[in-house]
């Protein structure tokens, strides 16, 4: 199993930007799959997650209302649609999966750079 994530950069405060998570080598229409973030000298947090058969998603309290999460299983790519990104969103945001829906996430991607200027 292989997830690639893209689509970071450089962003001015309350700008939107869109990573993609690419996933192949297995068919994965029964997983979860979550988006993580970590900041320079920071644990590893949690971002939100999406079940891939029922679309159902689930957000932490400090991206709520500003964050989407999708997923085209055509593509098997999820989306991480990030609104009004703040300075304090800058991290490297990672994908993983989660096979059993177990909260356990299994494979992880390598990451993607996300900086918010203010």
């Known amino acids: 199993v292989q997830l690639v994530e893209s689509g970071g950069g450089l962003v001015q405060a309350g700008d939107s930007l869109r990573l993609s998570c690419a996933a192949s080598?297995?068919?994965?229409?029964?997983?979860?799959m979550g988006w993580f973030r970590q900041a320079p000298g920071k644990e590893r947090e949690f971002v939100g997650r999406?079940?891939?058969?029922?679309?159902?998603?689930y957000y932490a309290d400090s991206v709520k209302g500003r964050f989407t999460i999708s997923g085209d299983n055509a593509k098997n790519t999820v989306y991480l649609q990030m609104n009004s990104l703040k300075p304090e969103d800058t991290a490297v945001y990672y994908c993983?999966?989660?096979?059993?829906?177990?909260?356990?996430?299994?494979?992880w991607g390598q990451g993607t750079q996300v900086t918010v200027s203010s």
């Open positions: 993983a999966a989660d096979p059993n829906l177990s909260g356990i996430y299994i494979y």
């Open positions: 080598g297995r068919t994965f229409s029964s997983y979860a």
């Open positions: 999406i079940t891939w058969s029922g679309g159902t998603t």
